[in-house]
């Protein structure tokens, strides 16, 4: 494992931030319409085709970690479209996903984020910066291990608890991967479990509104990738809550890889994330 913090003396959130500026302008410049749905004719390493506006997100973000570089930062990028890209250090590894939610992007919904998370070492639970910027809202969330996490700058303290209907059930939680044959895979145990569900089309913003309970939990119905989840389970375990990637024995071991290993649950409770966990029809691979 890489010195902490020696890879916290990076400053990361600036250049978050700055990606995050880089990407609002382009998003501006390119209007809902041919433009936002139009391919590459590639597929990134993460298996998805490539939108033209995914490409240019993402050579936005590595504009940014190569002046890191430039001044002395050595890692390993994980990112969506490029894969591994090699800056002088493995053991420190960003991992990136440039648009999460770039189906909404290029639709015109709502939810879609950058997210950025920093690790020194191979799994979720070395993650020690995480950064998702929902372009929805306008709302930046970000974590540091030991640091706590943030909500636009302010620190999270005392999120309200989680609600339960009378019979036990969580009243409201966010369902990602929402694939028709998962939900249908899922559908006793939500019914279950579960009270009212919303699907934001990103897995890193919705897991991101467990932090603050505006819902009381968060599933992946299927295997996530380490590129949409790293960063937002730091900042929920950062609000005090918990994480898990059902099928591996150490709840966090998930690797920060390309491959889409477990699903991820995220909540407020031990229970209500034993109760989560149920509904993930995918063993880890």
Known sequence: MAEAAGVLAIDWLTACRQATEGLRAMLADTPVGARRVAETGETGEGGDRTLIIDAAAEQLVFDELQRLHDVGGRFTVVSEERGTVDYGDDRILVVVDPIDGSLNAKRGMSHYALSIAVADGPT???VCFGYVYDFGPGEEWSATRGGGAFLNGVLLTDPPPERRMADGRLELVAVESAHPRHFAASSDALVEH????????????S???VAR???????TLWRTRAVDAAAAQLVVRESGGLVAFPGFDDPLGAPLDLLPHAPVVAARTPEALTRLASLCAAPAA
């Open 124 to 126: 979720m639970a070395d």
């Open 194 to 205: 579960v009270h009212r569900i919303r699907s934001m089309g990103s897995i890193a913003i």
């Open 207 to 209: 897991m991101c509104q």
């Open 213 to 219: 309970t505006r819902v009381d939990g968060m599933a």
